[in-house]
């Protein structure tokens, strides 16, 4: 009941909403992850308070999207019909978390914007504590997208306790299970983080080789890779040596190409959450998410161009640690690290690329 306490605020406000909608009253009890309709949009667990009834999830609509002329030429006479399951679409995977929900509808929009195509696009929003579908809606109401629950119960019991608190939050791990939550039809979806801008054609992106690998993502070899696991692990070549035969270097898991249809046949889900067993008894790295993705993928990645994911913009939101670009092109601004650029601006006390964030920021009530 991880949200009771998050939400204490308008908690008697949100029962009240539940006793008096039935809608919400109707929604089936989650006993799986993923719904079961592609019409039906969400399965939510019957206690979970619907956000329109919440000042804090205030946002303006963003300025309407249509595709280019190019766009739909290609596919005259084929079906009309753009379901989730169209192969012509881009997939596009954010968690929407509420304490950065701000940033993942900055993500959007940034998308959204910067698209030749933006009809073609397929948005698929992971939620465990929140029904915003309505919010999504009313913010861009021509989207085609689709939110799925991830309940917080299945990694539970696998999350131990990492260096940064934010690190531990259970919709961290959903994209350990992007196969089980979207639509087996589904083949390939780009996850993304909800720090993060993108300032670029996105379907470019989309179109990148993957090879024979399974996923691709931007490669960093120069970075000190032995930071990431501790000296015990090092040490012990029943964990270490699941490196031999490969060349590992740190990526980082906010932007990933993803192929789900490899995913499942390899059983990657399940070789994660083995390495997450083998933390919680042996404690072999002190970061959250991240490092079973290295221990499977790293030296196995499809290499992305680096302009895809500029990362650690967010510093350590110390005043005065304001990070800098890579040097090379941009087509994705990244803040990983603890500060956030909403949050910075809302101080007035924001770090220069901050200002390129803004742009995209819906926050907050229409005019
Ligand atoms: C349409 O097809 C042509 C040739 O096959 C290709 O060059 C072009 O990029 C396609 N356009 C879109 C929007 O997919
Ligand atoms: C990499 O990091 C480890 C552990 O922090 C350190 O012992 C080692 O000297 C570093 N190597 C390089 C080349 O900096």
Redesign the pocket.
């Known amino acids: 009941m991880l949200w009771i306490m998050r939400f204490s605020g308008f908690f008697s406000a949100a029962m009240v909403m539940i006793i008096l909608s039935p809608s919400l009253q109707s929604f089936p009890p989650a006993e799986a992850i993923r719904s079961s309709h592609v019409d039906s949009y969400l399965r939510l667990p019957a206690h979970m308070p619907p956000a329109g009834t919440v000042d804090r999830f205030s946002f303006r609509r963003a300025a309407p999207f249509h595709n280019a002329n ?2 739909n ?2 596919h005259s006479g084929i079906s009309r019909d753009r379901s989730v399951c169209d192969p012509s679409l881009v997939h596009v995977a954010i968690t929407l978390d509420v304490e950065y929900l701000r940033g993942s509808i900055a993500a959007v929009h940034s998308i959204l914007h910067h698209s ?2 933006p009809e073609n696009i397929f948005f698929h929003f992971i939620v465990s504590d929140t029904n915003l579908e309505s919010l999504v809606k009313s913010t861009f109401p021509h989207l085609k997208f689709k939110v799925y629950y991830f309940d917080p119960k299945i990694v539970r019991n696998l999350i131990s306790t990492s260096v940064r608190q934010a690190l531990e939050q259970p919709l961290n791990y959903a994209r350990n299970y992007l196969v089980d939550l979207l639509e087996p039809c589904v083949r390939r979806v780009i996850y993304l983080d909800s720090d993060l801008v993108v300032v670029d054609d996105i379907s470019n992106l989309w179109s990148t080789s993957l090879g024979s690998r399974t996923i691709g993502a931007p490669e960093y070899c120069h970075a000190n890779f032995t930071k990431y696991f501790m000296a015990g692990f090092w040490s012990d070549k029943r964990f270490s040596g699941t490196f031999a035969g490969r060349k590992p270097c740190y990526f980082n898991t906010g932007v990933m190409v993803i192929d789900l249809f490899k995913w499942r046949r390899l059983g990657y889900t399940k070789r994660i959450e083995r390495w997450m067993e083998v933390q919680k008894s042996d404690r072999i790295y002190e970061l959250g998410s991240l490092p079973p993705f290295l221990l499977v993928f790293a030296g196995r990645v499809a290499p992305i161009e680096h302009k895809w994911n500029q990362h650690g913009l967010g510093g350590d939101n110390v005043r005065g640690s304001c990070r800098d670009l890579h040097p090379g092109p941009v087509s994705l601004l990244h803040w990983s690290g603890s500060g956030k650029p909403w949050d910075r601006l809302d101080s007035k006390r924001p770090c220069p690329l901050d200002a390129l964030w803004a742009p995209y920021d819906l926050y907050g009530h229409a005019q």
């Open positions: 190019e766009c030429s290609n030749l195509c």
